[in-house]
């Protein structure tokens, strides 16, 4: 394994231990606009995959560079898609509405006794 693999794979798995534990002791009511930043962020890591998939040089790294396009599109739509419906646990809901007369061809009209003047009798 090359030297500089071994740096790249080391500063990989550090980040994923560091981003673990950060993530892990955020509170709950905070969810929400960590979740925004990290959209933003998600933006510029889709920027970046783009910017690689165009200096992609041998078919190996434009694989590669392709799926961090996929990858980082898929985390910015899910991550939209996560704080939209975060938010709305946060909008009022209506109140049910109240129960409306019945339709005019169900009501009993005020005048006549029941089943009168429908061929009843």
Do not use: C, W
Not at 30 to 58: E, F, K, Q, R
Request: glycine share 10%; charged share 10%; aromatic share 4%.
């Amino acid at each position: 394994m090359s030297e500089i693999l071994l740096t790249s794979l080391t500063v990989f798995v550090l980040a994923v231990l560091v981003g673990f534990e950060v993530i892990s002791k955020v509170p709950a009511t905070l969810h929400t606009p960590l979740m925004s930043g990290a959209n933003a962020i998600h933006g510029v890591v889709l920027i970046g995959a783009m910017a690689i998939v165009a200096t992609a040089d041998n078919p190996l790294s434009l694989v590669l560079s392709f799926v961090a396009v996929v990858f980082a599109a898929m985390n910015v739509v899910g991550g939209y898609l996560v704080t939209d419906r975060m938010l709305q646990m946060f909008r009022q809901r209506r109140a049910p509405a109240a129960p409306s007369e019945p339709p005019a061809s169900l009501a009993v009209p005020s005048g006549e006794p029941e089943g009168a003047g429908r061929g009843q009798g």
